[in-house]
């Protein structure tokens, strides 16, 4: 017995075009219809209710405590006292010996000098930082209260990313809830560093290249209501040109560069994904040559929103280095960070001092327009400075905690930010064994049901998007690549696995995307959905009894040290 298929219903002009019948008979969606948004049909103040929820659950969880323990944790050292310096001097000064001990002392005036510091990164993160010190005062609440704040926010934005990818508010929820739980950003939602914030905007940027992937195709459904037929034709243009979402997309890169350089490279991943995703809504409209006209069409626009508009709020960004242009000029345009040229020279050897100035420290001060260009002229020195610096100067150093990249992902090797070690049993609350001791320890360590688990799911995702040519998994996988591969070329200097949190969101989507395959599309009770839900919700169940675990390493907490050993797994944790 067969059945019939369903007459079709009179449909607008626009709606009209069936390009083929699927197995059932019924018409494939025309590129309009693929255009609509996939939440449509979900209660909008249900999701945001239910996102704004997991946000302040992860808000609550980094508040808690948060001026504990009562010292500068790690590189705090320097970010907390130049993001004092800038927020009341409006450019960073050095400060004078023994300033940690004076600051934990409450003592805070006469702590810094009058000359500017040398700082090795952009200047956006510290400015927030230096929001929450202007707010709360000069101690580690201060300096940790804007980090807290981001880390909440990020989550806000990875639940909102999720829901528009999936289309469910439950996996939403899922992709915010995993991010609440998993260690280093949770650890990294405490410290005044600047890896959060960073972390934060480059997030808040593919949610808005996403969204305007949304808004192309639809505004693209609107202005070509029919499908081209002109082998010539470009399809729209002139109605593509001006994208708000990528404007913004533009302004989030520009913060997230001017928090650290590392932005720069998914910054110019998605900007390709861009021009290919505009490029096929092109050719699935029926425009013939789709990639190369999309590269006129809309990659010349995008590269406007996103790169040009990235690149005047980074300079933006350093407005009070430019301001007091002339105190960089007259006391560190002859830096220990400038390198000889000559072939040969290393950091090992007894001459690398450059004693040549910048150029505008030798000119006559500019006025007006002059000015401007002179300042940032010497800020483009500065910036040379500070790249020898990155990329040369460290090159002999060494670090307890510094690890190879290519384990990241595999938690090779945390970080230790803060550790009060040796604790005697009977002091300090400590209730250790004769013959034993008590520690606390803050401890710059992943999730290893979400670390683990993502590396698997981003497997997964490789093969789904080459195989069932799932987009969105190609959005994860470049975004894990373009923060993760990088960092490889540097693997000769002292860098840390704490970078990788610009790659967690990719492997948090992954997961997600991942336990929407599984669980499948259909609300139909079904032996798969039934697996699918009893396997996502253990998995999901399992990270947070991980993180449960690990609480106590996170947050500074006393432990006997046969306690602290039973969460130190590996001996490359110590």
Not at 31 to 37: V, Y
Not at 139 to 162: K, N, Q, T
Not at 218 to 226: N, V
Not at 490 to 506: G, K
């Amino acid at each position: 017995m067969t059945t019939e298929a369903p007459p079709e219903s009179p449909r607008a002009p626009e709606e009209r075009i069936g390009l083929s019948r699927n197995a059932a008979g019924r018409a494939v969606p025309s590129a309009w219809a693929r255009t609509r948004s996939r939440i449509a049909s979900e209660d909008p103040a249900i999701g945001w209710a239910a996102s704004i929820g997991v946000a302040l659950l992860a808000l609550f969880l980094r508040l808690w405590h948060l001026g504990q323990p009562h010292e500068f944790e790690f590189d705090e050292t320097y970010y907390a006292k130049d993001a004092w310096s800038l927020i009341n001097n409006g450019y960073v000064r050095s400060y004078v010996d023994n300033a940690n001990e004076h600051i934990l002392d409450g003592k805070i005036s006469g702590q810094w000098k009058d000359e500017p510091s040398m700082i090795v990164h952009p200047e956006v993160g510290k400015w927030l930082i230096g929001l929450g010190e202007k707010a709360f005062g000069m101690d580690p609440f201060g300096w940790r209260v804007s980090a807290a704040v981001a880390g909440a926010l990020m989550v806000l934005v990875m639940c909102r990313l999720a829901r528009r990818l999936t289309g469910s508010t439950v996996l939403g929820v899922v992709a915010g809830l995993l991010l609440t739980v998993d260690g280093l950003h949770f650890v990294l939602s405490r410290l005044g560093l600047l890896d959060i914030f960073v972390a934060l905007f480059i997030l808040c940027g593919v949610h808005c290249v996403v969204a305007d992937r949304d808004w192309y195709r639809r505004k693209m459904a609107r202005l070509q209501p029919e499908q081209v037929t002109n082998d010539r034709s470009w399809g729209p243009v002139r109605g593509l040109f001006f994208r708000p979402w990528l404007l913004l997309a533009g302004i989030s890169w520009g913060l997230a560069c001017g928090s650290k350089w590392e932005a720069v490279y998914p910054l110019a991943a998605f900007g390709l994904m861009v021009w290919l995703w505009s490029a096929g809504a092109r050719r699935s409209f029926g425009v013939r040559w789709s990639v190369p006209k999309s590269a006129l069409a809309d990659g010349v626009p995008a590269f406007l929103h996103l790169v040009v508009v990235a690149l005047v709020v980074y300079v933006a960004s350093w407005t009070g280095w430019l301001v007091h242009a002339n105190q960089y000029e007259e006391h560190l345009s002859s830096t220990q960070y400038t390198r000889f040229v000559a072939e040969g020279k290393t950091c090992d050897d007894p001459e690398v001092l450059n004693d040549n100035r910048w150029p505008t420290a030798t000119e006559p001060d500019a006025s007006g327009l002059g000015e401007v260009w002179q300042s940032l002229r010497s800020l483009w020195y500065y910036h040379h400075d500070v790249y020898e610096f990155h990329t040369h100067f460290l090159n002999c150093s060494t670090h307890t905690y510094a690890s190879n990249p290519a384990g990241w992902l595999v938690l090779n090797r945390p970080v230790g930010v803060a550790a009060d070690t040796d604790i005697q049993p009977g002091t300090r609350g400590c209730e250790a064994p004769t013959g034993s001791t008590c520690l606390r320890q803050v401890l710059l360590l992943g999730n290893p049901t979400i670390w683990w688990g993502g590396c698997l799911a981003l497997v997964f995702g490789l093969v789904m998007w080459i195989g069932a040519r799932d987009w969105r998994y190609g959005l994860c996988l470049v975004g894990a690549v373009s923060t993760w591969l990088p960092w490889l070329q540097y693997d000769d200097r002292p860098i840390f696995s704490f970078y990788a949190i610009i790659t967690l969101p990719f492997i948090v989507l992954a997961l997600t995307l991942a336990i929407g395959t599984m669980i499948g599309p259909s609300s139909q009770p079904s032996r798969r959905r039934t697996i699918g839900v009893v396997v996502s919700g253990a998995f999901v169940v399992l990270a947070v009894l991980n993180f449960a675990w690990f609480w106590p390493i996170y947050t500074n907490q006393l432990l006997t040290h046969g306690e602290w050993l039973d969460r130190i797994w590996f001996t490359r944790w110590v």
